[in-house]
């Protein structure tokens, strides 16, 4: 098992539709990041949570709404999205914000 | 300037080549280092972290840090098949309310049987 686990890996959803990417981490860590991942692009950072309070929002338009109801899970819920929100977003966690970060494997989402 | 550039590939080597991949940064005031490989349709995975300049070795993998220079490296030596992959390096600086790793783009290797 891994020490962070996403889903769905990947998901397909239209402009209109509301969707949720779930991720887990069982590495007993405080902190949880989203991260953005276009082509030829840096990593982006979207979000960050530490012990389940968000201390960085990354100028993320409303249409990417997290969630992290404990320290273990974190969620990102979609609505409304449009085609370039088409990437790969990676969870991943860190003993506290600033440590060394473990990402997940990621969903691939596809906004069409 | 950005504040991190990476050639981003692809390079290719043959099998059993000594690879050399690199990172240029502006911010003099980053201290830790790392470098991460990416297989194809993957997560990210830590290979090596580093804080301040020097070697430090882990089996096949050497990562180099030159803060004068502002240039870190990543050295694998006799590569494999297997170590095709895309190589993040990512730094971060120690400052209060400051969570944000800079990442590279990314160096696609491959390394040829």
């Known amino acids: 098992e891994t020490g962070v686990t996403q889903t769905p890996r990947h998901l397909v959803m239209g402009m209109t539709n509301k969707k949720s990417l779930k991720c887990e981490q069982h590495l007993g860590h405080n902190a949880m990041y989203w991260y953005k991942q276009s082509a030829k692009k840096p990593l982006e950072l979207m979000f960050v949570y530490s012990l389940e309070e968000r201390v960085e929002n990354n100028s993320v338009p409303s249409r990417f709404s997290p969630e992290c109801p404990n320290s273990s899970h974190l969620f990102l819920h979609l609505h409304t999205l449009q085609p370039e929100d088409s990437a790969l977003y990676l969870c991943?966690?860190?003993?506290?914000?600033?440590?060394?970060?473990?990402f997940g494997e990621g969903s691939w989402l596809t906004v069409v | 300037q950005k504040e991190v550039e990476q050639d981003p590939g692809p390079l290719s080597v043959p099998e059993g080549a000594i690879v050399s991949l690199n990172c240029t940064y502006s911010n003099s005031a980053f201290q830790y280092f790392m470098w991460y490989r990416q297989y194809s349709r993957k997560g990210p995975e830590l290979l090596m972290y580093?804080?301040?300049?020097g070697n430090k070795e882990d089996g096949r993998f050497t990562a180099q840090v030159d803060k004068s220079s502002k240039y870190i490296s990543l050295f694998i030596r006799d590569s494999q098949p297997s170590d095709s992959a895309t190589y993040l390096c990512a730094m971060w600086k120690f400052a209060p309310g400051t969570y944000k790793y800079i990442f590279g783009t990314g160096t696609r290797l491959k390394v040829l049987a």
């Open positions: 991943a966690s860190s003993q506290d914000p600033g440590n060394t970060i473990y």
């Open positions: 580093t804080y301040s300049s």
